[in-house]
C-alpha cells in the first residue's frame, strides 16, 4: 500500500494550539510541585482569611461606612500571589533547568504557539483555583466573624465581583510569573524580579508618594482596588485595575514571546 501524501517532510508533525495545550497540561498535571503549590494557596489564603475575620472588630460610629469585611477575609491574596507567581514562573524556567525545552520545542517548533499553550493551560488552571479558593475563603471567614460584626453576603453590593476579580487576580499573577521567567530564563532572578513587583517596589513607592504612583502595582490593585466592596479614596475603580493587570500581562507576555523567538534554546 502507498503511504498518504500529507504535504510535510517524512517525520514533520504540525503541532496545532490543541496538541500543544494537551501537552503542556500533561506536563504541568503531572508535577508533585504543582499540586502542592495549589495546596498550599488554597489552605494559606483560608487560614488567613479565617484568623483575619475571627480577629475582625465591630466598627465604631466614625468607621460604618469604610467598615468592609470583604477586604479582610480576602487578605490570604498577599500569600496566594507569590505561591501562584512562583509557580507560573516554573512552567517555563523548570524546563530551562533541567534542559527539557530543548525536546519542548522541537516537539512544538512554532514558539508563539507554545508559549501560548503554556499561558492557556496555566491561566485556566489558576483562574478555576483562584475562584474556588477565594469563594470558600469568604465563606469559611464568615462564619468565622463575631456576633457583633454584621456577616456580608454574596448578594450584598460589590461582594460578588469582589470574588470574582480577587480569583482572576491570582490567575493574572500566574501569567506575569510566567512572562517573567520567560523573559530571564533563570528561576531565581524571575521570583526576585516577581517579589521586587509584587513587595518591595511598591511598598517603596507608598513610603515616598503615598498611593499616587504605588496604585498603579499589582499587589495595591488588588488590596485597594479588586479585593474590596466599598471603593477606596485615592486608588483605580475595580474595573480599571483589573484593566491595569491586562495591559501588564500582556505586555509582559509579548515581551517574552519576542524574546523566545529571536533566542536561541
Known amino acids: 500500500m502507498s503511504a498518504v501524501r500529507t504535504g510535510l517532510p517524512v517525520g514533520h508533525h504540525r503541532f496545532t494550539f490543541t496538541h ?3 501537552m503542556e ?3 504541568l498535571s503531572s508535577l508533585r510541585s504543582t499540586l502542592w503549590a495549589l495546596l498550599a494557596t488554597v489552605a494559606g489564603m483560608i487560614a488567613i482569611g479565617v484568623v483575619t475575620m475571627a480577629n475582625t472588630k465591630a466598627p465604631g460610629a466614625d468607621h460604618v461606612d469604610t467598615f468592609d469585611p470583604v477586604n479582610n477575609v480576602l487578605a490570604g491574596i498577599a500569600l496566594g500571589q507569590m505561591i501562584v507567581g512562583v509557580l507560573g514562573v516554573l512552567v517555563m524556567t523548570g524546563e530551562y533547568a533541567s534542559g527539557a525545552i530543548r525536546s519542548t520545542l522541537a516537539a512544538v ?3 508563539p504557539v507554545l508559549l501560548a499553550a503554556k499561558a492557556g493551560v496555566l491561566g485556566l488552571l489558576t483562574l478555576m483555583v483562584g475562584e474556588i479558593v477565594t469563594f470558600a475563603t469568604f465563606l469559611a471567614g464568615r462564619l468565622a466573624l463575631t456576633d457583633a460584626v454584621p456577616r456580608p453576603g454574596i448578594g450584598d453590593p460589590g461582594v460578588l ?3 470574582v476579580l480577587s480569583g482572576a487576580y491570582l490567575a493574572m499573577v500566574g501569567l506575569l ?8 530564563r533563570h528561576t531565581a532572578l524571575a521570583v526576585g524580579l516577581l517579589v521586587g ?3 518591595v517596589v511598591p511598598a517603596v513607592f507608598s513610603g515616598l508618594t503615598g498611593m499616587t504612583v504605588a496604585k498603579f502595582f499589582p499587589t495595591m490593585i488588588a488590596a485597594n482596588s479588586l479585593a474590596v466592596s466599598k471603593s477606596v479614596a485615592g486608588c483605580l475603580s475595580p474595573w480599571a485595575g483589573f484593566a491595569v493587570l491586562c495591559l501588564y500581562v500582556a505586555v509582559a507576555l509579548g515581551v517574552g514571546g519576542r524574546l523566545l523567538v529571536r533566542r536561541d534554546a
Not at 177 to 184: D, K, M, S
Open 177 to 184: 510569573g510566567l512572562a517573567l521567567g520567560t523573559v530571564v
Open 20 to 22: 500543544a495545550a494537551r
Open 25 to 27: 497540561w500533561i506536563k
Open 109 to 111: 517548533p512554532d514558539r
Open 161 to 163: 465581583r469582589a470574588l
Open 197 to 199: 513587583v509584587l513587595y
